[in-house]
């Protein structure tokens, strides 16, 4: 199944690293991925499409759990 992931992130070093790692970890393989810089406080917005077999709350509960992570939002594709 295809989920599309929006997380927002602290600007940090590593932290896509951290999220890709956490994700596929999970059992969940990064399809697509696109950002950007908020200017206002500086914080990233991710967007990321992922495909696995593996529920998407177990995903977004170990995300959430990131330091650098914000928010993180999961819905399935269309």
């Known amino acids: 199944m295809r989920y599309q992931l ?4 602290r600007r940090a070093e590593g932290v896509l690293a951290r999220v890709l790692g956490t994700t596929e970890r999970r059992g969940f393989r990064p399809l697509a991925v ?3 810089t908020n200017p206002e406080d500086g914080n990233w917005t991710l967007r990321m499409t992922v495909e696995g077999e593996r529920s998407d709350s177990s ?4 995300l959430a759990k990131l330091y650098d992570c914000v928010s ?3 819905q399935p594709c269309p």
């Open 59 to 62: 995903l977004q509960q170990q």
């Open 6 to 9: 929006e997380l927002t992130l």
């Open 72 to 74: 993180v939002s999961v």
């Open 34 to 36: 696109d950002g950007t």
